[in-house]
């Protein structure tokens, strides 16, 4: 993200320590009904302490169904239950 903010920044005039602080809130609502959906929300704070909030940005996801709270979405690399018991026979 600091180098998207530092060219918007820069083709804007501005000097590159302007934006001091850079947040991003994501939200996933319900995955039944938005289950390729993701909610940004984003926060930029100059050195003066003034706050920007643009307003909500909307990503689709690229997977065909994306569950952002399925355990294997969270911990890709984290065997499963199964997986595990599998492993203690092998």
């Keep these: 993200m600091p180098n998207i903010i530092d060219k918007e920044l820069k083709e804007n005039g501005f000097p590159f320590d302007f934006i001091t602080e850079a947040k991003i809130r994501v939200e996933f609502f319900n995955s039944n009904t938005h289950s390729k959906t993701i909610y940004c929300f984003p926060t930029l704070t100059d050195k003066e302490g003034h706050k920007y909030e643009p307003g909500r940005i909307i990503e689709g996801a690229y997977e ?22 599998k492993s203690k026979f092998n």
Excluded: M, Q
């Excluded at 569950?67 to 690399?77: N, Q, R, T």
């Design 64 to 85: 065909d169904k994306f569950d952002p709270f399925d355990p294997i979405e969270i911990y890709p690399d984290k065997p499963s239950f199964i997986d595990r018991i």
